[in-house]
């Protein structure tokens, strides 16, 4: 195992690697359910850069971090690596010390906190933004490049047809702290939404499993495309340079 573990590491030492950081819309079972984290390979030059999909199912920014998932991403990256983050699909929930608290975060960028004691000991959960921050500083402070992007769109209309947005919360505060921290952001639920608008209902559904969060491949493979449009509308971003010409 330690030589499997070394000679992944060496491999990887060799070209820069692309971590993907977030939940199941980004990786999932790649059978009846796929993330864009994995049909996104399918984007690069993969004799140029590696891709390493470090994202889990049912995680928030919070429970990324507190169940050591950010620590490993963390210890692998190296100068010139780059860091997907895309999280928001488990932030909403009341941060208690419930089951259904378990995962929450408190809304917004601020520096706000609450403090939840656990049997094991007391445990700090801080804003969404606070998070991503600290995820995009730990970055950075390893010579790699930070690109923060919003949260897949549901499947969801408003009253007037058209797909429901994050603009107002969680796709709002990620923009918010990409901007203060001056980082590259990718609106995935604005650039995919508006693809969405453009198809009929039945068209939306055919690229979703059984709920209104969670797409198939034929969906997973739409929202990477997505990402790759709005990588592309910032040319100097020097991960375009690792696209498939």
């Not at 390493?52 to 998932?69: D, P, Q, W």
């Amino acid at each position: 195992m330690g030589l499997a573990i070394a000679g992944l590491a060496f491999r990887l030492q060799q070209k820069p690697t692309l971590y993907m950081v977030g939940d199941s819309t980004m990786h999932n079972n790649n059978r009846e359910l796929w993330g864009w984290g994995t049909t996104i390979a399918d984007e690069f030059d993969l004799s140029k850069i590696n891709i390493v999909n470090s994202a889990m199912a049912g995680r928030s920014t919070r429970t990324f971090l507190k169940e050591g998932r950010w620590a490993r991403v963390d210890s692998m990256l190296k100068p010139g690596d780059y860091v997907i983050m895309g999280f928001g699909h488990n932030e909403g929930s009341r941060p208690d010390t419930t089951r259904g608290g378990y995962r929450g975060v408190l809304k917004g960028t601020g520096e706000d906190s609450v403090v939840l004691n656990w049997a094991k000991g007391p445990e700090v959960v801080h804003t969404y933004g606070w998070y991503l921050r600290k995820f995009i500083r730990d970055t950075k402070a390893k010579g790699a490049t930070p690109i923060v992007v919003s949260m897949i769109p549901r499947r969801e209309w408003d009253p007037s047809g058209k797909i429901v947005l994050a603009n107002k919360d969680y796709g709002l505060w990620a923009k918010q702290v990409a901007e203060e921290e001056g980082v590259p952001f990718i609106d995935l639920n604005g650039i995919t939404a508006a693809k969405y608008d453009k198809m009929t209902r039945d068209e939306v559904f055919a690229l979703f499993g059984k709920d209104h969060t969670h797409t198939n491949k034929a969906g997973a493979v739409i929202n990477a495309q997505s990402f790759v449009e709005g990588l592309k509308m910032q040319p100097g971003v020097t991960l375009n340079n690792y696209l498939k010409q």
